[in-house]
């Protein structure tokens, strides 16, 4: 994937395990961390992974005078009325480590049988040429499955080894990189934002 006519695209955020999959998933175009320009991360305030990512890429593209490219993601579980969702990475607490949002899960959902279960990762990517853009590129990325009672698996971070693949018959934390950069809600969604940014360009480059 590439977008042909930028020459750098600042990513908002800071978790190093997202950004690892994100420059994989875009291993073709100088995807560059906002870490390197000391941006402080944008509080997520917003009530939904739209608002979150916008917020997001306004501060990265703000503070770095590029365009910018944010995500906001979680878990969707059914039987918890979609909780985790939007504080997803601060389920058990603001500081709260991966292990520590995942045990909570895990508790939650100690009395709900295998079969109601059902969970789904969710993607939300924003592209912004500039932090007034008054018209950012969105896309959503879904990636159906449904939740273990017990961690399996090393690979991937987060809830990972408690979310099972039926596709692949294992948890997205056995899969290898490239199979989940394939599967995944944020490889969907950096998919579904590539080419819509590529039709903004086309049009634009016919006027």
Request: aromatic share 6%; proline share 5%.
């Amino acid at each position: 994937m590439t977008f042909s006519t930028l020459n750098k695209i600042v990513l908002a955020s800071g978790n190093p395990s997202k950004i690892r999959e994100i420059q994989a998933i875009l291993a073709e175009h100088p995807i560059i961390p906002q870490s390197t320009f000391n941006v402080v991360d944008a509080e997520e305030t917003g009530a939904t992974f739209v608002e979150n990512a916008i917020l997001k890429a306004r501060n990265a593209a703000l503070h770095c005078k590029l365009p910018a490219i944010a995500d906001d993601s979680g878990l969707v579980v059914d039987a918890l009325n979609g909780a985790p969702g939007v504080i997803s990475a601060r389920y058990a607490g603001v500081h709260a480590s991966d292990r520590d949002n995942l045990n909570k899960l895990l508790r939650e959902l100690e009395s709900v049988p295998a079969e109601l279960r059902t969970a789904r990762f969710i993607c939300v990517m924003v592209f912004m040429e500039h932090a007034n853009d008054p018209c950012p590129v969105i896309a959503q990325g879904v990636w159906e499955g449904r939740i273990l009672d017990h961690a399996v698996g090393e690979n991937g971070f987060g809830y990972d080894p408690v979310f099972w693949v039926p596709s692949h018959n294992c948890t997205s934390a056995e899969l290898p990189a490239a199979v989940k950069n394939a599967l995944s809600h944020r490889g969907q969604a950096l998919g579904h934002l590539t080419a819509l940014i590529k039709a903004k360009q086309s049009v634009r480059g016919r006027l």
